[in-house]
C-alpha cells in the first residue's frame, strides 16, 4: 500500500466507524461515493490525495451532518437513536466478566504446579508472578479496549447490542435499531460461551480430586507394601522355623540379607529361637527419584519398609525376654508388574538391631 | 460577525436543496463531485461536502432525485453517461417528484425575494 492509499483508507475507516448508526448498507454506500470523490478531486489537484484530504471536512464533521439529516443525530439534542436498555448492558458486562475469568483459570489451570511435600519457594515465586503479570495485563488489555467504539465483545454480542459512535459520544444501542443491520442469531454463541465456563468448572473442581485420588492410591499402595513387607518377614521366619536350609532363602536377597538370614538360621539351628512375633511395621519412606518428596507424578522406586520381629529365645524355666530385630525391608516395582505400586518383593537390606538379654 | 456567519449556516442549509434540484434539472445528470464544483462556482455561497452530501441522501431517500452507479468511471456518450475507465461514480438525476417540488419552491422563493426587495424598496424610499 502506497502512502497515499494509507491515508485514504485511515479516512474512509474512521467515517466508516462513525457511520455505524445508518446501518452497514447505507454505510457502505456514502463511503463508496467519497471515495470517488475523494479520488476524482486528487486527480484534479495533480494527484495529492493528502492535500486533498486535508481540504476536505473531518469525517467527524461529515458523519454528523449525515446523521443530522437521516434524524438520527440532533444538533441540539443529540442522538436519537435509543440507548440499549440498563439490564441488557449489565448483562452483557456480566458476561464479559465471565469470560474473562474463563481465559484466565485456563491459563492457570495449564500452569499448575504441584508444590509437593517440600515446595521449592523459587519456582512459587516465580509462578505467582508470572499469574499475577498475567492477570494484571488481561485486566488493563480489557477495560483499555472495551470502551472502544466498533468493539465488540462476546457479551455485546450474545445480547444483540453494538457500541457505535454518534456525534462523537458513543454508546451502547440494540442492533435491531440500526437500519438495515444483520441480526445476529446469538444461540450459538450462548451455547458455545455457557458449555466453556461449564468445562472449565468441571477441570477445576476435578483437578484437586484427581490428585486426592492419586494420593490416595498411593498411600494404599504403600499400606499393601508395608503388609508385603511384613509378609516377606514373616515367611522367613516361618521357613527357618519348619528348617529351610539358608541356601533356599537367599536366592532372592542382597548379600546384607543373606547374612542376616544365616544369622538367623544359626539361632534357630543353635536352639536358641523358640518362637517369634511380628511387631510394629512401619511404612519408612517412598523414594521418588532423587529426592525423598512425594509427587503425585512420580512412580516411586523403592519403598522402604520396617518390620520389627521378637524372637523369644529358648530358656530354662522363668519368663524369657525377647530380643528384637529390625528388618528394612525395600521393595521395588518391576517393570512387568501391571498392577499400579506393585512390587516385586525382596530384601535388599537388613538392619538388625538387636537387644538380647544373653 | 459570529451571528451572520451562523445565520449563513442556516441559510445555506435551506438554499442548498433548492440550488441542487436546479442544477440537475438544468444538467441531466451529475455525480456528487460535479455538483460541489458547480455549486461552489456559482459565487458566494460555498457548500461543501458536509453539507452537498447529506442534502442528497435526503432528497434521494425523499424521493425528489433517483441515483445509479456507474461502475469504471463515466464518460458523456450519445445516450447519456456511460461507463468507462476511473473509480465508480455516483450520479443523481432529479425526478418527477423533484421537478414538480422545484416548481413550487422556485415559486416559493421567487415571493420571498419580492417581498425581500418590496421592503428594501420602502427602506429606500
Known amino acids: ?358 | 460577525m459570529e451571528d451572520l456567519s451562523q445565520w449563513l449556516v442556516q441559510l445555506r442549509k435551506g438554499v442548498v436543496e433548492l440550488l441542487v434540484l436546479r442544477l440537475l434539472a438544468l444538467k441531466g445528470e451529475l455525480h456528487g463531485y460535479a455538483i460541489v464544483k458547480e455549486l461552489n462556482s456559482i459565487g458566494r455561497l460555498v457548500a461543501g461536502e458536509s453539507t452537498v452530501y447529506p442534502v442528497l441522501k435526503r432528497l434521494a431517500s425523499d424521493g425528489l432525485v433517483t441515483s445509479r452507479w456507474v461502475e469504471g468511471g463515466a464518460v458523456e456518450g450519445g445516450s447519456g453517461v456511460e461507463a468507462g475507465a476511473g473509480p465508480p461514480r455516483k450520479y443523481y438525476r432529479i425526478s418527477d417528484l423533484g421537478s414538480a417540488f422545484l416548481t413550487d419552491a422556485t415559486a416559493e422563493w421567487d415571493a420571498l425575494v419580492d417581498s425581500l426587495n418590496t421592503l428594501k424598496g420602502e427602506g429606500n424610499d
Open chain 1, 1 to 358: 500500500m502506497t502512502k497515499e492509499t494509507d491515508a485514504l483508507e485511515q479516512y474512509l475507516s474512521k467515517l466508516e466507524a462513525e457511520l455505524e448508526a445508518i446501518g452497514p448498507v447505507e454505510s457502505a454506500d456514502v463511503i463508496a461515493e467519497i471515495r470517488s470523490h475523494l479520488t476524482e478531486a486528487a486527480a484534479d489537484a495533480g494527484g495529492d490525495i493528502e492535500a486533498t484530504i486535508e481540504q476536505f471536512d473531518d469525517p467527524e464533521v461529515l458523519a454528523a451532518r449525515i446523521l443530522e439529516e437521516r434524524g438520527i443525530l440532533s444538533a441540539g439534542t443529540g442522538s436519537t437513536l435509543p440507548e440499549a436498555p440498563g439490564y441488557a448492558k449489565a448483562m452483557a458486562l456480566v458476561f464479559d466478566i465471565a469470560m474473562w475469568l474463563v481465559g484466565v483459570l485456563f491459563l492457570l489451570f495449564f500452569a499448575y504446579i504441584d508444590v509437593g511435600e517440600k515446595p521449592n519457594i523459587t519456582v512459587i515465586i516465580i509462578a505467582w508472578t508470572l499469574v499475577t503479570a498475567l492477570a494484571a495485563a488481561s485486566v488493563w488489555w480489557w477495560t483499555k479496549g472495551r470502551r472502544r467504539p466498533g468493539r465488540r465483545t462476546a457479551g455485546l454480542d450474545i445480547m444483540g447490542l453494538r457500541r457505535i459512535s454518534i456525534g462523537g459520544a458513543t454508546r451502547i444501542v440494540r442492533i435491531a435499531d440500526i437500519p438495515g443491520a444483520k441480526k445476529v442469531s446469538n444461540l450459538g454463541q450462548t451455547i458455545g460461551v455457557a458449555l466453556a465456563i461449564l468445562l472449565l468448572l468441571s477441570f477445576v473442581n476435578s483437578m484437586p480430586r484427581q490428585n486426592k485420588q492419586m494420593v490416595a492410591t498411593w498411600v494404599e499402595s504403600a499400606v499393601q507394601e508395608s503388609s508385603t513387607g511384613t509378609q516377606i518377614v514373616s515367611s522367613l521366619y516361618r521357613d527357618v522355623t519348619i528348617g529351610v536350609k539358608p541356601g533356599e532363602l537367599t536366592g532372592a536377597s542382597t548379600s546384607q540379607a543373606r547374612s542376616a538370614i544365616k544369622d538367623l538360621v544359626s539361632r534357630r539351628a543353635s536352639g536358641k529361637l523358640e518362637s517369634y512375633e511380628i511387631g510394629k511395621v512401619e511404612l519408612a519412606a517412598w523414594q521418588s527419584g532423587k529426592d525423598r518428596s512425594i509427587s503425585p507424578w512420580a512412580v516411586p522406586e523403592t519403598t522402604t519398609v520396617f518390620v520389627t520381629v521378637e524372637e523369644f529365645p529358648k530358656g530354662a524355666g522363668g519368663a524369657t525376654v525377647p530380643s528384637h530385630y529390625t528388618y528394612e525391608v525395600i521393595c521395588k516395582p518391576e517393570p512387568e508388574t501391571k498392577y499400579s505400586g506393585g512390587c516385586v518383593y525382596l530384601i535388599k537390606s537388613v538392619k538388625i538391631s538387636r537387644e538380647d538379654t544373653d
